[in-house]
């Protein structure tokens, strides 16, 4: 079955067993890691729990990720986040000021600036932000929320952050980026498909995507999501996920 804990469990022992060596995007960026290499990236939207059965699997296989928070759902937990990095994971920054500030350039930045602060008061040592995508939000005037970087060129400097997108871009030719946007794998048809390609080093570097709110500790929830989404899109299969998390926030 796709998309449970079980199959990520799979994944990390296959790819640790290919020879993968495993790092999350800070040391991509800070280092150049020989292949074959595995950059995981998680991007935490909504559900704790969910992410740290994901986090406690690389534990049990002493590999780390980069964890992007949001800081405007119920993810934000600082003592948990803490927790993470005292564990060796980076913590970043996952940013939806644009959207929130409905296209303010100028607020946008602000918040930008002052969010990052509160990370880092809060004992986050953030050096790196990737953008959120929310496909529910109609974009006026803007088309994504990392535009701020091109409105502000000087930003990630003045604030102190690496820059992921050039600073991974030469290497990106190297990498295969592959997510799970959607709960389903971008030109590969399923886990077993992605776990032959690593037994098989099919890709030197690979720079992988994950959120772990698609992911289910329950083969059922798996299923019931993945048979949900082959007949949606992806825009859909976030708002239904939302949809199903503000339920449970409202009941809890
Ligand atoms: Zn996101």
């Given at each position: 079955?796709?998309?449970?804990?079980?199959?990520?469990?799979?994944?990390?022992?296959?790819?640790?067993?290919?020879?993968?060596?495993?790092?999350?995007?800070?040391?991509?960026?800070?280092?150049?890691?020989?292949?074959?290499?595995?950059?995981?990236?998680?991007?935490?939207?909504?559900?704790?729990?969910?992410?740290?059965?994901?986090?406690?699997?690389?534990?049990?296989?002493?590999?780390?990720?980069?964890?992007?928070?949001?800081?405007?759902?119920?993810?934000?937990?600082?003592?948990?986040?803490?927790?993470?990095?005292?564990?060796?994971?980076?913590?970043?920054?996952?940013?939806?000021?644009?959207?929130?500030?409905?296209?303010?350039l100028t607020c946008a930045i602000a918040m930008f600036a002052d969010e990052l602060q509160r990370l880092r008061e809060a004992g986050l040592d953030v050096v790196t932000a990737i953008p959120h995508g929310d496909p529910r939000i109609t974009r006026?005037g803007y088309q994504s929320n990392a535009d701020i970087f091109d409105c502000d060129p000087d930003l990630l400097n003045r604030v102190g952050l690496l820059d992921v997108g050039n600073g991974l871009s030469d290497r990106y030719l190297r990498y295969?980026?592959?997510?799970?946007?959607?709960?389903?794998?971008?030109?590969?048809?399923?886990?077993?498909?992605?776990?032959?390609?690593?037994?098989?080093?099919?890709?030197?570097?690979?720079?992988?995507?994950?959120?772990?709110?698609?992911?289910?500790?329950?083969?059922?929830?798996?299923?019931?999501?993945?048979?949900?989404?082959?007949?949606?899109?992806?825009?859909?299969?976030?708002?239904?996920?939302?949809?199903?998390?503000?339920?449970?926030?409202?009941?809890?």
């Amino acid at each position: 079955m796709d998309f449970t804990c079980a199959a990520y469990d799979r994944l990390l022992c296959v790819a640790r067993e290919a020879g993968y060596r495993v790092l999350p995007i800070r040391e991509a960026l800070t280092g150049t890691p020989a292949a074959p290499a595995l950059i995981l990236r998680h991007d935490v939207e909504w559900d704790l729990n969910r992410t740290l059965a994901i986090t406690q699997l690389e534990q049990k296989h002493g590999v780390r990720s980069s964890l992007y928070f949001r800081v405007d759902t119920g993810v934000f937990d600082p003592a948990a986040m803490r927790r993470l990095q005292d564990d060796g994971f980076e913590i970043g920054y996952h940013f939806n000021t644009l959207d929130r500030c409905r296209g303010d350039l100028t607020c946008a930045i602000a918040m930008f600036a002052d969010e990052l602060q509160r990370l880092r008061e809060a004992g986050l040592d953030v050096v790196t932000a990737i953008p959120h995508g929310d496909p529910r939000i109609t974009r006026i005037g803007y088309q994504s929320n990392a535009d701020i970087f091109d409105c502000d060129p000087d930003l990630l400097n003045r604030v102190g952050l690496l820059d992921v997108g050039n600073g991974l871009s030469d290497r990106y030719l190297r990498y295969i980026y592959i997510t799970d946007l959607g709960i389903r794998w971008n030109g590969i048809g399923s886990t077993a498909e992605l776990l032959a390609g690593f037994r098989a080093r099919r890709w030197p570097s690979v720079y992988m995507l994950t959120h772990p709110d698609y992911w289910s500790a329950s083969p059922l929830r798996a299923m019931g999501l993945q048979i949900a989404s082959r007949s949606m899109s992806a825009m859909k299969v976030n708002r239904v996920i939302a949809s199903l998390r503000s339920v449970v926030d409202r009941n809890s």
